[in-house]
C-alpha cells in the first residue's frame, strides 16, 4: 500500500541529473525509485527512501513490469522524469543506421514508452508529472552531435505535444533544457568518439574537433547537486514552469538560433569546430 509520500520514478539514475535529481526529491521526503541498467555498479544511495531498480527504457516489455511493479508496491507514480540516455557523437555521414537508431530508441522511444505506461495512472488520479529532460542541443544543433541533437528535438516536439494533450485530464508536463551540467556525459560521448574509424573519412583530420565537441558539455558545467535542488524547487510548485532552463549556454544557444540569421550560426559553430579550416585544406589556387 502506499504511503502518504509522494512517489517519483527517474530514470538514469546512476550518475549526473538523475542521481542528483534522486537525491534532492528524496531530502524533500519524496519515495523516489532510481533506476539503470546495471542498478549494482550505482554507489550507493545514503538518504533514505531511494531504491535503485534494474530497467533498460530500450525494452518495452521491462518498462511495462518496472512501472508495474513499482505501482504495486507504492500504490501510484506521482512524479516520472525521463532521464535516460547518451550522446551519439560523430558526423552525420559516419554514423551507421544501427547506431542512430539505438539513440533514437534511447532518448526519444524509450521516454515515449515510460510515458504511455506511467500516464494512464496519473489520468484516473486526474493529477501526475511528467519530466522530460532534453537539451538545448535539441534547439541548436551543432557539428559532430547530429544523432543527439536529432534525439533531443525529436524529444522536445514530443513533450509539446504531451504538454497540450494532458493539462486537461490534470497532468503537467515539464520540459528540462539543461546547459552545461557536470556529470560523465561527456567522457561517455568521448569514449564513442576513441572507438570510431575515421581513417576513410573526410573528416580524418577532425578527430581532436570532434573530441571537443563531445567535451563541450562539461565546459564551465554546472555543478550536478546545484541544478537539481534549484530544479526540483521549481518542480514541486502547485504549477510547475512549462520549460526550464539552467546550466551554462541554456539561455544563450537558443537565443543564437532565434535572434541571429541561420547562416550567421553555421560559421559561428563551424568555426568553433574546425570545419571552415577543413574547407580552406579542401581549396585549390
Known sequence: MSSGAQVVLITGGSSGIGRAMALAFARRGLRVFATSRRPQAMAPFLEPGIEGVA?????????????????????RIDVLVNNAGYGLMRP??????????????????GPAALVRAVAPGMVR??????????????????PFAGPYCA??????????????????????????????????????AAEGVEALDLERSPYAPLREAILRRAASSQEGALDADVFARRTVDLLLRPRPPAVIRMGRHSV????????????VTDRILSRRFGLSALAGAGRRD
Open 55 to 75: 530497467l533498460d527504457v530500450t525494452d518495452p516489455r521491462a518498462v511495462d513490469a518496472v512501472v508495474a511493479d513499482i505501482e504495486h508496491r507504492a500504490g
Open 92 to 109: 552525420v555521414l559516419e554514423t551507421a543506421p544501427d547506431a542512430l537508431r539505438h539513440q533514437l530508441e534511447t532518448n526519444v522511444v
Open 125 to 142: 488520479r486526474r493529477r501526475g508529472l511528467i519530466v522530460n529532460v532534453g537539451s538545448v542541443s535539441g534547439v541548436l544543433a551543432t
Open 151 to 188: 534525439s533531443k528535438a525529436a524529444l522536445h516536439a514530443l513533450t509539446d505535444a504531451l504538454r497540450m494533450e494532458l493539462a486537461p485530464l490534470g497532468v503537467d508536463v515539464v520540459l528540462l533544457q539543461p546547459g552545461a551540467v557536470r556529470s560523465r556525459f561527456g567522457d561517455t
Open 252 to 263: 544563450r544557444m537558443p537565443l543564437l538560433r532565434w535572434l541571429l540569421p541561420v547562416r
